[in-house]
């Protein structure tokens, strides 16, 4: 089998440099058809842009006119652009008809060359090459099939065997194409020419409706889901603003003097600024190139100045999103209180759990001896404090929207020691204790005095 295809490989490579020959002088015009319409696009790109220019000139002039009507220069350089464009327009228009032209020679000769690579004799070829030699035998299908049907070409009538690596025809993209090599079958070595072909054929309807379905679906239980999610963020952070009413006034009232604060920083700013400036322009025997340096900067900073109602607008919106920040970051500090409500409002189901080790997620088959939300907490949030919360977070894994609230933190008692960790942590025991007394019984103070260590007067002792 494999002298055979080595055999079909070099019928194969003779074919091909045949069939290259055949469609060269096609390929050849598609060459000068591509030259001469790229030429073609590009001087219809250049008088478009001529007169896109001409026209634009034409308007600024007009509109410049029809504020001095009587202005001669203005009138005569009106009419000089309109004759102008009449000519740039005459000019895109030819390029346009030569570039339109061009392209459809380049379609023709294209297709040209597409039908001489169909129309070239496979089957003559190869007859010629195999002429007196026996074992060859050539075969057609009288109809398309797909990449899977052609796995079994013994069905399809052909009785050249089961071809494993169907799969490899489909990298041909144009009718006509020759393979690029012998497909193996268990009866034979194949060499194969495509007739006729659909690149990317649809699927039947009936495969694809379930397809689109599940995607459907999918999409609008997505965009349900961001919508709860929306709608549940608002929920809280509304209802964890009524139980901080007090932080809000007081941030409230602080508003105003924290944007007089960074108007006045930034004013000192600008004012040291330009009083340095000054000074660096009053320095004698400075270069010019200093000297516009620094009147550049000196202009800069009193257009600053000059803009300060500007400024003051703009850092009026950065503290009140510094206010927003700080009211959404301690109203997070009462989710745990509000979330009844906010989950009632919005749909969510509340579930407690716990309390859990922190570790938790160190056991073996923590992911599947645990209730998804369990695992997704302990994988993910399992450091909360009391008080903490965090969401609506988003379990990408089991798409799933959560919030979380540490509403309790308690110590850990025996009963959370498995039996597993209590024989990991009894087999080192003894080494712990050892090295935890040997770090902690002795100071480097303690152990000199014992020792009546002494050290040369001028020596610095580290007491700690």
């Known amino acids: 089998m494999v002298q055979a295809e080595r055999v079909m490989m070099d019928l194969n490579t003779k074919i091909k440099a045949a069939q290259l020959a055949f469609v060269q002088p096609k390929t050849d015009a598609v060459a000068e058809a591509q030259n001469a319409n790229n030429e073609a696009q590009g001087s219809f790109q250049k008088a478009a842009k001529e007169k896109y220019g001409i026209e634009r000139r034409l308007k600024a002039k007009e509109t410049e006119l029809s504020k ?24 895109h228009t030819a390029a346009e008809g030569n570039a339109t032209q061009m392209k459809t020679a380049l379609e023709a000769a294209q297709k040209a060359e597409d039908d001489a690579r169909t129309n070239f004799d496979f089957a003559a070829e190869f007859d010629k090459l195999v002429e007196g030699k026996s074992g060859f035998v050539h075969k057609a299908l009288d109809k398309q099939v797909s990449a899977e049907d052609l796995k079994d070409l ?9 071809w494993e690596r169907s799969m490899v025809a489909t990298s041909m993209r144009s009718v006509g194409s020759i393979g690029n090599g012998p497909g193996r079958t268990h009866k034979a070595a194949i060499i194969y020419q495509s007739q006729a072909m659909e690149a990317r054929p649809l699927k039947p309807w009936d495969d694809l409706k379930t397809l689109v379905q599940d995607a459907y679906w999918t999409e609008k239980a997505v965009a ?17 603003k009524e139980k901080i009413a007090d932080f809000i006034a007081e941030g409230e009232k602080e508003r105003q003097g924290r944007i007089d604060k960074m108007v006045a920083d930034w004013e000192a700013e600008v004012n ?11 320095t004698p025997n400075f270069s010019s190139k200093l000297v516009k340096a620094w009147q550049t900067k000196l202009d800069r900073k009193q257009r600053e100045l000059d803009g300060k109602k500007d400024r003051i607008n703009m850092f009026g919106l950065t503290v009140g999103r510094e206010i927003d920040n700080e009211v959404a970051e301690e109203a997070k500090k009462h989710y745990g209180d509000v979330l009844d409500a906010a989950a009632a409002e919005c749909g969510y189901k509340v579930v407690e759990v716990g309390p859990h080790p922190r570790v938790l997620n160190q056991r073996p088959r923590f992911a599947d001896a645990f209730d998804k939300t369990i695992v997704y907490v302990f994988q993910n949030h399992q450091d909360m404090d009391e008080g903490e919360s965090a969401g609506p977070v988003t379990d990408m894994a089991e798409r799933r929207s959560h919030v979380i609230a540490c509403t309790k933190v308690v110590p850990m008692t025996a009963a959370d020691i498995t039996r597993r960790d209590f024989e990991r942590r009894r087999k080192f025991f003894l080494q712990w204790q050892v090295r935890n007394g040997q770090q902690q019984a002795f100071t480097k103070a303690a152990l000199e005095a014992r020792y009546q260590v002494k050290r040369p007067s001028t020596e610095v002792i580290d007491q700690e």
Not at 154 to 162: C, R, V, W
Not at 224 to 240: P, V, Y
Not at 272 to 282: H, P
């Open 272 to 282: 040291a600024d330009i009083v340095k400036a000054g000074e660096m322009l009053n």
């Open 68 to 91: 001095d009507a009587e202005n001669a220069e203005l009138k005569t350089a009106v009419e000089t652009l309109k004759t102008e464009l009449a000519a740039a327009t005459d000019a």
């Open 154 to 162: 013994d069905a399809l009538g052909l009785d050249l065997g089961h």
């Open 224 to 240: 349900e889901g961001r919508e709860k999610t929306k709608a549940m963020t608002e929920a809280l952070l509304k209802l964890g």
